[in-house]
């Protein structure tokens, strides 16, 4: 892989754009240019302050077309962001996309037939698997046979609304995709990731609005059942996360094998050890306590790699898609629920 590969940044209106651009030049590549056309201003103006070297190119034209730069990186507005990815691949980019990729079935199906026509590569960078190093040492745990065949995987999600500072799109669901087709694919990329499974089915889905009637087509809570031919899933993801709490969210992830079980603490442990990247097993041997935090990150400089060798190391096409693709179903198929004060029937 060529160090100087050139990368482009369109779609600064989801604050992840600041882990991408960061991410992608910490692995050695060049940014050669941004579009500071924003829904945001507080995005962009995080953006400038975070990178104040990189070149604003008010023309999107221009990028696309910058032959130095063979990588879109995007953060937009998710229902824009499957129609900048199909711009992107027809001028000869490959992209790395914030979650949700897509949030529609119809824009799924349209960036799948733009890939097999162009051979470019779509990738969503799932940064609660591949920005947390705790889930790279579960996964080499289990490779290892540290707790058998995984049975189940059970994945929490919460999030702090931070209500002023989202934009009006945020509380649309035709915009934002709806939470769980947004949220929820975190975690069904990790049942797919750590069960092994190249598919699975949507046995159930539950989506609700409580005790905010203020946005009466946002969704603070969902959850989802899912099972493949190895292994049965939960998910649940949330929008509760309590001010008190030191950080964004207490995202978890259990993974249940038959000879042992894992349990992922990611961004903290309440009352417990400091820092981020908790990781506790159980298993024939007794119990281990392991700090996950000093592992690097690995995705941006993966994706370079399958970038410069046309390779699928980082994960494959199809696991993206699949991933959209059941995501999708969860959102559409889910059941409204109702609690006092929540969502009108």
Known sequence: MTTQQGFVVIGLDHRHIYELTAGMLQAGLVCTGYWPETSDPKVLD??????????????????????AASIMVCAAIP?????????????????????????????????????????????????????????????????AGEIGRVVQTAGFGPHRLNRAI???WFFDPARYGGILADIASHQIDQFLTFTGSTDAKIVTSTIGLFDDPRQPDFENFGEIV??????????????????????????????VGTAGTIELRKYLDIEGRPGTDHLFLSNTAGTRYIDCSAEPWTYFASFARDVANRGETTMTQRHVFTVCRLALQAQADAERVRLPGGMPQ
């Open 79 to 143: 229902a824009d962001r499957a129609t900048l990815a199909i711009e992107a691949m027809r001028h000869g980019k490959d992209v790395l996309m914030d979650k949700p990729g897509v949030t529609t079935t119809a824009d799924l199906a349209a960036l799948e037939r733009t890939v097999a026509e162009t051979g470019r590569i779509f990738s969503i960078c799932f940064s609660e698997r591949f920005l947390v190093p705790a889930t790279t040492v579960a996964l080499r745990l289990i490779q």
């Open 166 to 168: 989202r934009p009006a």
């Open 226 to 255: 899912l099972r493949s031919d190895k292994a049965s899933g939960y998910c649940r993801v949330d929008w509760f996360t309590p001010d008190g709490l030191p950080t964004w969210g207490d995202g978890r992830l259990t993974v």
């Open 46 to 67: 995080g953006f400038r302050a975070r990178f104040p070297t990189l070149r604003a190119v008010p023309d999107k034209a221009i990028l696309l077309a910058d032959p």
